[in-house]
């Protein structure tokens, strides 16, 4: 029994951990709501801005669609260890006996369920109004949900960074907006490769590679950063 003790604490400390971020996120709905309603806003904007031409939309719809995305995700990433910072929860998760790598993703879990998910299954029907070819939608939500993710843990890193910064919001975007940079390419490409029917296996194989990557390194790095935020 005492072997498996240790595995089933910290089971129940990441579901606590993931439950609590959770109850927490949906009382505070405005966080919630702001990125998508961002994303919405982008989306419906631009083509006012440049043509109502369906051909140049159906153009650049798959890059507009990701940088929309990232953008909105990146919005949400700043409160993400905000609020346990400023009432003292997030340095009981530092003295917690379980490993702080694996609360860490539990928030970052919580984060991309609210954020990273609603606006993969949002964009389909976005990608309407920027005349996407409807055979694309199931690439872009597939290629979003799995980027998103990797933009959550990655965004972590820097939002444990700069959590105990006044205004580290503009920090946040320029340590992280780098980073970012190679799921945008892979992620508007496996769209565009399924608007040309080119073949879509290979952006979404590298996705899910980087995705793997940053499950396995960002809990660490994060874990790392909130230390250095915390204790100097």
């Known amino acids: 029994m005492s072997m498996h003790a240790p595995s089933g604490g910290l089971m129940v400390a990441i579901s606590a951990t993931f439950k609590r971020d959770l109850t927490l996120l949906l009382r505070r709905r ?10 919405a806003l982008v989306i419906t904007l631009f083509p006012i801005g440049i043509s109502p031409d369906p051909q140049l939309l159906a153009e650049i719809a798959p890059g507009l ?12 990433l700043d409160s993400l260890f905000r609020s346990d910072y400023d009432d003292g929860s997030l340095e009981q998760l530092l003295l917690a006996p379980q490993p702080l790598a694996a609360l860490s993703l539990a928030k970052v879990a919580v984060h991309w369920l609210l954020t990273g998910l609603p606006l993969a299954l949002m964009a389909p029907i976005l990608g309407i109004m920027l005349a996407l070819p409807a055979g694309s939608y199931m690439v872009l939500a597939l290629s979003l949900a799995l980027g998103t993710a990797s933009l959550s843990l990655i965004g972590a890193i820097g939002a444990a960074l700069t959590v105990g910064l006044a205004r580290g919001g503009v920090l946040l975007s320029l340590l992280v907006l780098p980073l970012y940079i190679p799921v945008l390419i892979f992620g508007a490409g496996a769209v565009q490769a399924a608007i040309l029917g080119d073949g879509i296996a290979a952006h979404l194989a590298i996705l899910g590679a980087l995705l793997a990557i940053s499950l396995m390194l960002a809990p660490w790095a994060i874990a790392a950063s909130l230390r250095i935020s915390i204790n100097g």
Do not use: Q, R
């Open 30 to 39: 405005g966080e919630v709501l702001n990125p998508l309603v961002f994303f």
């Open 65 to 76: 669609l990701w940088v929309a995305a990232l953008l909105a995700a990146l919005l949400s």
